[in-house]
């Protein structure tokens, strides 16, 4: 058996330890250059309030799954909150005794903070990247975590999880959105609108294909997870599962024409061929696979222990 020796042991740990770094930098400058509304500038509450109508409507049942209404007296903490498409919610739609709000990005806390005006909304910001150092919140002092398509774009999503549990009080809740493994963006969009009908990425694993397919193809770090393997992850950190559902979007329903087609396309994995071929549809016309809707937000609500 060969051992390294222990100067190569630490080069290689100096060598990682750079490319975590150069990740988390990636991912601060990728985020202030973008951000989900392509930093729009808002002309009042109106204008605000419709654009947040319209957001929730591309994505079937979001709102339903990562509610804002309910909060009335809760100490909220919007983590990743952009450019603050859930914040006004809470502020419009409920009564939190605090609202605070937390991202890497500057330019979209900055563009919140002036939303937020629009709206007279009182609201603490903070610039943070968690995964250099701790949330600036005392331990115990949040009732409700608000995290939507923040998670799955970080390097170590450890670090952002054990600080949710020690901000939020015993029994407080963490609502969580990350993008879904089983799911038509990545059984139909990715793998054959993308890769074969399209040529994009086809020479790339369907994860990296993925990546480059949802946030823009500069993303640093994008990921979809199994539900299990997220849950595990999660409860891992002090949590247990209260509830879970998925958000079909606007672009994977028109997509879905393509269902059949894709199944007859022998260079379709057969991972994709049996998801596609095992699709149900509720009442409302949404795929259905292995009893949940199979869109590309899962939504998740965990319950500190």
């Known amino acids: 058996m060969t051992f390294l020796g222990t100067g190569i042991v630490a080069k290689l740990r100096e060598i990682a330890a750079k490319l975590r770094y150069s ?13 989900v509304t392509a930093h729009h500038r808002f002309k009042n509450a109106k204008d605000s309030l419709d654009y947040l109508a319209w957001r929730n409507r591309q994505y079937y049942g979001y709102a339903e799954l990562m509610p804002t209404t ?3 007296g809760l100490t909220v903490l919007d983590f990743g909150c952009g450019p603050g498409h859930d914040l006004v919610g809470f502020g419009a739609y409920s009564n939190p005794s605090r609202l605070i709000a937390v991202d890497v990005s500057t330019t979209s806390l900055a563009e919140a ?43 170590d999503p450890g670090k ?31 793998p054959y609108v993308l890769q074969i009908e399209q040529n994009r990425f086809s020479k790339l694993p369907r994860d990296v294909a993925f990546q480059k ?4 193809p500069g993303c640093p770090v994008s990921r979809a997870y ?21 958000a079909v979007s606007a672009m994977e329903m028109l997509y879905l024409e393509k269902r059949h087609t894709a199944l007859m396309d022998r260079k379709l994995s057969p991972e994709s061929q049996e ?7 509720n009442d409302r ?15 998740y609500s965990f319950q500190a222990v």
């Open 160 to 190: 952002a999880l054990s600080e949710f549990r020690r901000v939020l009080k015993p029994g407080g809740v963490a609502r969580i959105m990350v993008y879904n493994r089983q799911s038509i963006w990545y059984h139909l969009y990715v």
């Open 285 to 299: 016309g949404w795929p259905i696979n292995q009893g949940y809707v199979a869109g590309i937000d899962g939504c």
């Open 23 to 35: 990740t988390y930098t990636q991912s601060e400058k990728y985020w202030t250059d973008h951000n």
């Open 113 to 155: 903070n002036s939303r937020l005006k629009l709206h007279d909304i009182p609201i603490d910001f903070h610039q943070v990247d968690v995964q250099k150092k701790s949330l600036p919140i005392p331990e115990g002092s949040v009732d409700l975590i608000h995290s939507s398509g923040v998670l799955h774009h970080m390097l």
């Open 70 to 72: 309910g909060a009335n």
């Open 275 to 281: 998801f596609l071929a095992d699709l149900t549809f």
């Open 213 to 216: 397919s949802t946030d823009g």
């Open 226 to 246: 199994q539900k299990e393997a997220f849950q595990e992850e999660v409860e891992s950190y002090g949590f247990t599962l209260t509830s879970y559902g998925a």
